[in-house]
């Protein structure tokens, strides 16, 4: 029986500083690990589609996300693509947030997903490799969330919600500028990064079609100051 896949779409002054690799956790995957009870592999610090998919459909085995030594720098960079696996076709994605639960509950809009960052985040930068299978139109799918807790309405507002789609083909490493426009002019407490392969008008993607990231940061400005 074919299982229905979770895809997220995006559920989404102080002087400028650079951007900082430590804002967002293992930013160069250079650091990997097997998800616990799984043979699923991901970036320290984030979750996969394969991991998602397996939580729904257990006989998944397919490796849609894998550890590439085809690098921007450093050792490691993060490839995608598309696989088919006992009736499931996964596109690759990864999540910022090391609960795959949390991923799940978020869909379900029983819980936040992510993590946390209070700088005032301008852009998300970094490099990536695309290929789309010939005729496919697939692209390269970016979301981010930048959310903060309000305490006196008692819900979480979305500051930023941003999609953001790649569709040329790059075979060397191309660097990328993701702008942000907030809603609200807060700074944020949890950010939640989606990157991923997509296919044209929501569509499934193709396999073939391939995508590498690597080093990925935010620019940001320094938090406001409030009296």
């Known amino acids: 029986?074919?299982?229905?896949?979770?895809?997220?779409?995006?559920?989404?002054?102080?002087?400028?500083?650079a951007a900082s690799a430590q804002d967002i956790?293992?930013?160069g995957f250079e650091n990997w690990k097997f998800y616990k009870g799984t043979d699923f592999e991901a970036p320290q610090g984030w979750t996969t589609n394969d991991i998602l998919t397996y939580k729904i459909n257990p006989k998944y085995k397919g490796q849609s996300t894998s550890k590439s030594s085809e690098a921007h720098s450093g050792n490691y960079a993060v490839?995608?693509?598309v696989v088919v696996d006992h009736g499931d076709t996964a596109n690759g994605c990864i999540y910022s947030t090391s609960s795959v639960d949390s991923i799940i509950?978020?869909?379900?809009g029983k819980a936040n997903a992510g993590f946390r960052y209070f700088l005032h985040a301008t852009s998300l930068n970094g490099n990536y490799k695309f290929s789309s299978y010939a005729g496919s139109a697939d692209s390269a799918f970016f979301g981010i969330t930048l959310t903060r807790w309000n305490?006196?309405?008692?819900?979480?507002?979305?500051?930023?919600?941003?999609?953001f789609l790649i569709g040329n083909n790059s075979k060397q490493y191309t660097p990328f500028v993701i702008p942000f426009n907030y809603r609200i002019q807060e700074n944020p407490d949890t950010a939640l990064i989606v990157i991923g392969i997509?296919?044209?008008?929501?569509?499934?993607?193709h396999e073939g079609t391939t995508l590498f990231i690597d080093d990925i940061g935010f620019a940001a400005k320094m938090p406001v100051?409030?009296?």
């Open 79 to 81: 490839k995608m693509q």
């Open 25 to 27: 956790p293992n930013a």
């Open 105 to 108: 509950l978020l869909d379900e």
């Open 198 to 205: 997509q296919g044209p008008h929501g569509k499934q993607a």
């Open 151 to 163: 305490k006196e309405k008692h819900k979480r507002d979305i500051l930023v919600n941003t999609i």
């Open 225 to 227: 100051k409030k009296d």
């Open 1 to 17: 029986m074919k299982t229905e896949k979770l895809y997220i779409s995006a559920l989404f002054a102080l002087a400028t500083i």
